[in-house]
C-alpha cells in the first residue's frame, strides 16, 4: 500500500528518497483515512468472507460493514470490534493491484502526468483502462476542516505534493518540514537535536514555537509527533548523502 508506483513497473534508475517520499505520503494519508471496524468472534462461528471490508467504500469517517451491524445486532458475546484506518492504496492484491488502486486515484499515467512513464520497462506490460484522477479529499473523511481562503496551509496540499507522480516532482522531506501546515496550523514537534535553523519558524526540541510564543505539547499531538519523527528521519539520512 505505501510502494512507490515506478517501483511497480521495473525501473532501474530510481531514487531511493523520491520513494521514500510517496511512501510518507501514503502514510501521512492515512491520518485521515476512514477508521473501520472488524470483528474478532470465534471463526467456527462468523464467515470472514470479504463481506466485512468491500461493501461499504472509504468515505465516512467511521465504518462498520452490513454484516457486521448485523452481528451486532443480534447481540453476540463473542464479537469483539478492533478499529483500523483503512489505507489509501490498496496493496493487498498484489503489484498490479496496487498499481491500478494508485491510478484510480491519482489517475492513469499519461505524459502529461508522468512524462517519461512509458519507458518504465514494465510500462507496457498491462493495457491499464485510462482513467482521470479523483479529489483527495473525500478519501481522507477524517480530514480537519479545510480552510476556504487558503489551500496552500493544509494537510491535503502537503499529502498531494508528496504523491506527485514523477519523483523528481515531490516535496523534499525539508520543504515539507515547512509546510504551512506545520508552521501556521499549531506546528510540529520534532525530536531533541533538530537543527531549528532549517525551519522557517523556529521550533525548539521541546515543542515550543519562539515566534509564536506557544506550546506544543506532545501528548496532545501525537499524530503530529510522528510526522514529524518520520520527516526528520527522511531529512536526517538526506544530509548524510
Known sequence: AYRAPELLFGTRD??????DLW??????????TSIRAHAEADEDDYDYDGDDFGDIDGTSPFIVSKRLKLLLDENRTDVKLKWERDTLFNGTRGELGLAWSIFKIRGTPTENTWPGF???????????TLVPPVPLAPLLPNLPPLPLEDSKGNALDL???LLAYPPENRLAAAKALEHPWF??????????GYPKH????SVSSEGQSKERGS?????????VLELGN???????RDQRE
Open 230 to 236: 518520520l520527516l526528520w528521519d527522511f531529512l536526517e
Open 14 to 19: 530510481y531514487d531511493a528518497y523520491a520513494i
Open 118 to 128: 512509458t519507458l518504465l520497462p514494465d510500462s507496457k506490460g498491462v493495457d491499464f
Open 23 to 32: 511512501s510518507l505520503g501514503a502514510t501521512v494519508a492515512e491520518f485521515f
Open 215 to 223: 506550546d506544543i505539547q506532545a501528548e496532545d499531538s501525537s499524530e
Open 183 to 192: 508552521i501556521e496550523e499549531g506546528g510540529v514537534v520534532l525530536p531533541k
Open 198 to 201: 532549517l525551519l522557517a519558524t
Open 159 to 161: 499529502i498531494e505534493n
